[in-house]
C-alpha cells in the first residue's frame, strides 16, 4: 500500500506563509505517470482540490488560489509541495496529499473521486 505523509502544517497569522511537504517516494518510484494534488477540507464540506501536478509538469489550481498557492515538487520527485502565501482566516482547514496513477486529462478539474491515494492529512490553522 502507497503511503503519502503530510508535513508542514501548523498556526500562523493572517497573511502569513506556510509550506506543506508530502513525501510521495514510494508513489513515484513505482508509477512513472501520475497526478498528485493538495486538496483541504472543513468540517461539514467536501474535500476541496487546492493545486496538483502531474507526471508532464503540467499544474492545476483551484478556483481563486492560483497566485496565492503554488504546487511543486523537487527534482527528484520525491516530495510535493504547496507553498501558500499571505494565507487567510478562509484557508483553514486539513489539507490533503493524494495521488493517482494517470496524468492530468485537458481541461481537467481536480475531483476528489478520481484519486486512488491519500495522505492522513496536516491541519493548517489561520488566525485573523
Known amino acids: 500500500q502507497v503511503q503519502l505523509v503530510e508535513s508542514g502544517g501548523g498556526s500562523v497569522q493572517s497573511g502569513e506563509s506556510l509550506r506543506l511537504s508530502c513525501a510521495v517516494s514510494e508513489f513515484t518510484n513505482t508509477y512513472s505517470r501520475y497526478l498528485m494534488a493538495w486538496f483541504r477540507q472543513t468540517p461539514g464540506k467536501q474535500r476541496e482540490g487546492v493545486a496538483g501536478i502531474d507526471s508532464d509538469g503540467v499544474t492545476k489550481h483551484g478556483g481563486s488560489l492560483e497566485g496565492r498557492f503554488t504546487v511543486s515538487q523537487d527534482a527528484a520527485k520525491t516530495t510535493l509541495y504547496l507553498q501558500m502565501n499571505s494565507l487567510k482566516p478562509e484557508d483553514t482547514a486539513i489539507y490533503y496529499c493524494?495521488?493517482?496513477?494517470?496524468?492530468?486529462?485537458?481541461?481537467?478539474?481536480?475531483?476528489?473521486?478520481?484519486?486512488?491515494?491519500w495522505g492522513k492529512g496536516t491541519q493548517v490553522t489561520v488566525s485573523s
Open positions: 493524494a495521488a493517482r496513477r494517470y496524468p492530468l486529462f485537458p481541461e481537467e478539474g481536480l475531483w476528489e473521486n478520481t484519486f486512488t491515494y
